[in-house]
């Protein structure tokens, strides 16, 4: 199995930024995609940004030239946010699909716990 820990999250004023980090951690595993999600208060999961698998980037529509996803390492992802407005508060989950080498090989899609982000108007 294995665990996503982000860090980076806290309070940020409207116009300003904040990164984000996100480390996976386990045995014998590898990421073939990595991104981060967000979900407001009252509202649905909505990713927000994604390493392709062909080193491309995705990214929603709300955050396009305002975010910036990367990878720091093999294990690593990074979601630098700037201009940061009211409606970019949420808790942001790093999520990555893995493939798992033990007694049998299988793909999961690991889950972080999630950090809180809260711009102030």
């Known amino acids: 199995q294995v665990q996503l820990v982000e860090s980076g999250g806290g309070l940020v004023q409207a116009g300003g930024s904040l990164r984000l980090s996100c480390t996976a951690s386990g045995s014998a595993f590898i990421i073939t995609e990595m991104g981060w999600y967000r979900q407001a208060p009252g509202k649905q999961r909505e990713m927000v940004a994604t390493?392709?698998?062909?080193?491309?980037a995705a990214y929603a529509d709300s955050v396009k030239g305002r975010f910036t996803i990367s990878k720091d390492s093999a294990i690593t992802s990074v979601l630098q946010r700037n201009t940061l407005k009211p409606e970019d508060t949420a808790v942001y989950y790093c999520?990555?699909?893995?493939?798992?080498?033990?007694?049998?090989?299988?793909?999961?899609?690991?889950w972080g716990q999630g950090t809180q982000v809260t711009v102030s108007s």
């Open positions: 390493i392709l698998r062909g080193g491309g």
């Open positions: 999520t990555a699909d893995t493939t798992i080498y033990g007694e049998t090989i299988r793909q999961e899609t690991a």
